[in-house]
């Protein structure tokens, strides 16, 4: 058929061989859907790491889709910047190893935007396995962005298939910051620090996810210390689901942190201490300072433009121009998690500590919002809650979910001057504990507590659901043993 078709067009075979892959090529430019080898650059298993550095980084240049296809351990011994409209494609058996050649350095891939708070759109990384080599510095080209991988303001960026099983203690897996849209899917992180830490934005999805970290698995960092996120606001409408908190010998930190923070203008012989933020000449401005507990203060205004200046014997540095007074989470949907590590699960709260106060007192204070959980498993027996809340939270909703550790634990923060009333959703949950069990502890002074629980299940006749209100005031509705009546 195909030589009938050739025989008609009066072309011989090889000229419309010629013609029909220009055809082809000429549709896939249109398309969109072009494809280089990284390997036509030089990139190889065979080369140092500045050889492919540099090849890498010529190849990202072309922008399009970049594929490395021939497997191997490729050493990387600098920063890739990746700009928009690029996918980077690894196949099976492909890993990138960081090498010291030239240095230590922070990220093996960073978007171009990220030097100058410059948005870059539709960014791919699929089937990343880095090895990270023990190769760990904190941060270099953006204050406060520690990511393997990171992107800072990005839109519609898609990271998928990516393997990091050696973390060490000072770099998180991926770091997000200043986004709107983006996916994070099938990715294993292990090792001492965050798996995955977002910072402001918008409209996120994680799934599909195994973690082992000695620190948080997830970090929904909407303050920070400031060594730890560059930008500061709030993190909103995301879902993370499928995701799975795998147990090891020691840990820190939760499988997700919530936090939130609020601070003030700049005011004449204010006391200030290391991450304090103020806003000052249009701007966000943090104390860069050393996390030794020293207070400091600051009598002449920050108004420089850029960068860090000193000031009164105190560092600070420009955090950002779009000036916001509160930071927190809302509207996450939780759902199908599995909680392995006795640890505690979920963490909504303000730091306060020698690194970082997330609330300045006499700050507007942020209320973080509508935060839902569905098919919540605890996998262990140990005593620690499965919640932790220490700021203002408006509405938390726990459904299908199974409770085999205490539930749900308020505690303050010395700074707060009002924790607000929290409402608590209980649905079609089971509870396995055989005796008396601590569904609510309260220890904030005044709080305000509404619990509603329905159509739950409990697998033993002596459970015995106990509410502990402290100096707070609990409301309570419930179907559950103990509570029902209250």
């Known amino acids: 058929m195909l ?13 419309f061989i010629v013609v029909f892959l220009t055809l082809c090529f000429s549709v896939t430019i249109h398309l969109g859907i072009c494809q280089v080898n ?12 500045i050889e492919n550095t540099r090849a890498l980084q010529k190849a990202v240049d072309q922008g399009g889709s970049i594929i490395i296809s021939l497997p191997g351990t490729y050493k990387m011994a600098g920063t890739v910047y990746v700009g928009s409209h690029t996918t980077l494609q690894f196949s ?47 941060f270099s080209e953006v204050y406060g962005l ?50 995955i830490h977002l910072g402001r934005g918008k409209r996120f999805t994680i799934r599909d996810a195994v973690f082992q970290t000695f620190d948080d698995a997830i970090a929904l960092n909407a303050h920070d210390y400031a ?24 840990t820190v930190g939760y499988f997700c942190r919530i936090l939130a923070g609020g601070w003030i203008d700049w005011q004449q012989g204010m006391e200030v201490q290391q991450s304090d933020v103020v806003v000052s000449n249009g701007k966000l401005y943090r104390v860069q300072a050393q996390p030794d507990g020293k207070t400091y203060k600051s009598t002449s205004r920050p108004v420089h433009e850029k960068g860090s200046k000193v000031y009164d014997g105190i560092n600070w540095g420009v955090v950002q121009e779009d000036v916001t007074y509160t930071a927190g989470v809302r509207n996450v949907v939780f759902r199908d998690i ?37 098919n919540i498993r605890v996998l262990h027996d140990k005593t620690d809650p499965l919640f932790s809340i220490a700021t203002p939270v408006d509405v938390i909703s726990i459904s299908n979910s199974v409770f085999n550790a205490p539930g749900i634990r308020f505690i303050e923060n010395s700074a707060m001057p009002d924790y607000f009333k929290t409402l608590i959703n209980i649905h079609g949950c089971v509870f396995k504990s055989p005796g008396e069990f601590v569904l609510l ?27 502990k209100p402290g100096k707070g005031a609990v409301k309570i509705s419930s179907d559950l043993p103990g509570l029902q009546d209250h």
């Open 92 to 138: 099976n058996n492909v890993f990138l190893q960081k090498v010291n050649e030239q240095g230590s350095f922070t990220h093996v891939f960073l978007n171009k935007g990220a030097l100058t708070k410059t948005y870059n759109e539709n960014i791919t990384i699929s089937g990343l396995s880095l090895k990270v080599n023990k190769m760990d510095k904190r």
């Open 38 to 49: 990284a390997s036509e650059f030089g990139f190889s298993p065979q080369a140092t790491g």
């Open 146 to 195: 520690r990511g393997q991988i990171a992107f800072f303001y990005v839109k519609n960026l898609r990271v998928s298939g990516f393997r990091c099983l050696d973390l060490e203690k000072n770099q998180f897996g991926i770091h997000v910051c200043t986004f709107e849209d983006v996916i994070i899917e099938d990715v294993t992180i292990k090792g001492k620090k965050d798996g």
């Open 227 to 250: 060594t730890s996120n560059p930008e500061l606001g709030w993190i909103e409408d995301g879902v993370i689901e499928n995701c799975h908190d795998l147990d090891q010998e020691n």
């Open 338 to 374: 599995f909680l392995r590590k006795p640890r505690t699960g979920f963490s909504v709260h303000f730091d306060n500590d020698r690194y970082s106060r997330s609330y300045y007192p006499g700050a507007d204070i942020p209320r973080q919002e509508q935060l839902l959980f569905d």
């Open 441 to 467: 502890t309260n220890t904030v002074d005044n709080k305000e507590i509404g619990l509603k629980t329905t159509a739950n299940t409990v697998l033993h006749e002596k459970f015995r659901a106990v509410v």
């Open 3 to 15: 030589s009938m078709a050739i025989e008609k067009l009066y072309l011989p075979k090889k000229q």
